[in-house]
């Protein structure tokens, strides 16, 4: 039934494109632009929309205001350029083949971006890719290589690289509002990818807000102190623990020269202050310098639990610090489209390329089908067709977004997309929508941070992990009873039906996506033939 009013509103819609001039501005009102917002590594935890326990984020909370909260949105593979693979080809890790942030994107996938450019959408990208090679089916694009940098950043671009002086957070508005004013094609609607590099690790802030957010104190999260007793040897042996393994001189910026002289030993990473014009290194060290010489004199009496204390409040510091000029600048953005009258038929969506860690279980980054990295943000405004303020909780993931861009701009999705078009829950028509559970695949292992390749099933009750390569662990979380996932409950007797229930959807879930261990072995076996795997 969905298919065919897709397929008739797509005869009508190609006879309506090729009509005249005349009816060209019709058209523009009859498919809406789409503004796509991510930012990288954005927790929910960070946006007040969600709670306002950390940071008010009122721009970024205006989405929401005017449009729909997710509040069970999912990412299929916690981690940037796979997430990244997956918003684009609509399909799953395992059958757009980019599982990691290794090797680079197939290019022969085909992305919703390509097929809105063919059906006469303007396509542009801004900021943010992570692929290792450039972006097809885009007007113009100008991203960061690979990681990207806070402070002056390269960009890639059609012309070539260039590096713009500046924060790269306010530069990719710049860019952005730049092609809005001079290059857009006016008489066709538009598909904007707007992606922001904060708040990724290493976490630098605007100038303007280093002040405002080192002098801040941040309530601790209720298991920043996980002994990780009940789970299993993944999480007893990830290497993102707060205390043991983020870095004093690259994450909590205390200065090498005070790092050398109380004789502490910290990972080499990347010097990235090396960026910095002198001014900037000057503003920067007048904030960051006092704060390392009192580490100087605090560390010799800080207790391993002070020291945790002290190193999640400063990587809570930075970390926020990054989101303030990312509220700032999709305010910015937003206020332009109402300047330009833009925004009454413009889809906004706001997201992140996963969850974030900030201190839960100990941790900072991601990659776990644990709560915090699992579930992203989600954020969408479009006027006339969302209620405004309504908050949904169905279980979204990121393979979705690629089916419900081509539903908005009345493609007819390709048959081998895995997703399912959110239209029907941004429309209010929930009754068309019967998931009842969400797949997860994580691979890059070993590798940073050393979270092993797991895959597993969430429900809006539970959630069965099954941990392998070189383990067979399983594990099974009670979402309702237990959120913040300490007591894995899978060996509990009273749970043997649950385990074989879920198991079984489990299974069916594999055959649907067409993921099997067969394919999990083909991965492995590429990470042998590279040598990153014995
Ligand atoms: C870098 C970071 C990691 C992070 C990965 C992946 N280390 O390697 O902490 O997990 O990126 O992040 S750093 O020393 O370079 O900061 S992702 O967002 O690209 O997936
Ligand atoms: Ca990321």
């Known amino acids: 039934m969905k298919r065919l009013t897709v397929l008739v509103l797509f005869f009508f819609g190609n006879a309506f494109f090729s009509c005249s001039e005349a009816l060209k501005e019709t058209n523009k009102k009859v498919r809406p632009n789409i503004v796509f917002i991510m930012s990288d590594d954005h927790a929910y935890q960070a946006i007040s929309a969600y709670s306002d326990q950390l940071i008010q984020t009122p721009n970024i909370d205006r989405i929401a205001k005017e449009g729909m909260l997710f509040t069970n949105a999912s990412v299929t593979n916690s981690i940037c350029a796979p997430s990244r693979a997956v918003i684009l080809t609509g399909k799953h890790s395992h059958i757009n083949g980019k599982i990691d942030n290794r090797s680079p994107f197939d290019t022969t996938n085909v992305t919703f971006p390509q097929l809105l450019q063919k059906a006469g959408y303007e396509t542009a990208m801004f900021g943010k890719l992570h692929f290792g090679n450039n972006p097809k089916g885009f007007d113009e694009f100008k991203i960061l290589p690979g990681q990207g940098d806070y402070y002056n950043p ?25 092609w809005f004013e001079k290059r857009r094609d006016t008489v066709k609607p538009f598909l904007l990818m707007y992606l922001h590099k904060a708040p990724h690790r290493s976490w630098m802030p605007a100038k303007r807000h280093y002040k405002q957010f080192t002098q801040k104190t941040f309530p601790l999260p209720e298991t920043l102190f996980d002994d990780y007793e009940t789970r299993g040897e993944a999480a007893n042996t990830a290497e993102m623990n ?66 945790m204390v002290w190193k999640y409040q400063r990587y809570m510091q930075d970390y926020l610090g990054t989101i303030a000029a990312v509220d700032e600048n999709v305010g910015r953005l937003l206020n332009y489209l109402d300047e330009e009258k833009l925004s009454e038929n413009t889809i906004v969506v706001y997201t992140s390329d996963q969850g974030f860690y900030l201190g839960e279980h100990g941790w900072f980054d991601k990659r776990f089908m644990y709560e915090e990295s699992f579930k992203t943000p989600l954020l969408v405004k479009w006027p ?17 977004f690629a089916q419900t861009f081509l539903e908005v701009a009345r493609i007819i999705p390709p048959d081998d997309m895995q997703g399912e078009s959110l239209v029907p829950l941004l429309s209010g028509q929930k009754e068309k929508w019967d998931r009842d559970a969400v797949y997860y695949h994580y691979y890059e292992y070993p590798a940073e941070h050393a979270v092993k390749r797991h895959y597993g099933i969430a429900t809006k009750e539970f959630k069965l992990m099954h941990f392998y390569y070189d383990v067979d662990e ?34 069916e879930l594999r055959v649907k996506y067409q993921d099997s261990d067969e394919l999990s072995n083909q991965y492995i076996k590429i990470y042998k033939d590279n040598g990153w795997i014995e």
């Open 154 to 178: 390269v960009f890639n671009t059609q012309e070539g690289d260039t590096t713009v002086t500046g924060y790269v957070t306010d530069i990719i508005t710049d860019l952005t509002i730049d």
């Open 474 to 507: 399983w594990e099974l979380y009670d979402r309702k009873n237990d959120p913040n996932e300490v007591n894995n409950i899978f060996a509990d007797p009273d749970y043997i039906q649950v385990v074989a229930e879920l198991k079984q959807k489990l299974k």
């Open 242 to 307: 707060i205390l043991k393994h983020m870095t004093l001189i690259y994450d909590n910026k205390v200065s090498a020269k005070v790092v050398e002289d109380l004789n502490i030993e910290d990972r080499k990473l990347p010097n990235r202050l090396v960026r910095m014009t002198e001014m900037q290194r000057a503003s920067w060290d007048s904030i960051y310098n006092p704060i390392s010489e009192e580490f100087r004199r605090m560390y010799p009496s800080m207790s391993d639990s002070t020291l």
């Open 384 to 400: 006339n067709v969302i209620t405004p303020g309504t908050t949904e909780d169905e279980m979204v993931q990121n393979l979705d």
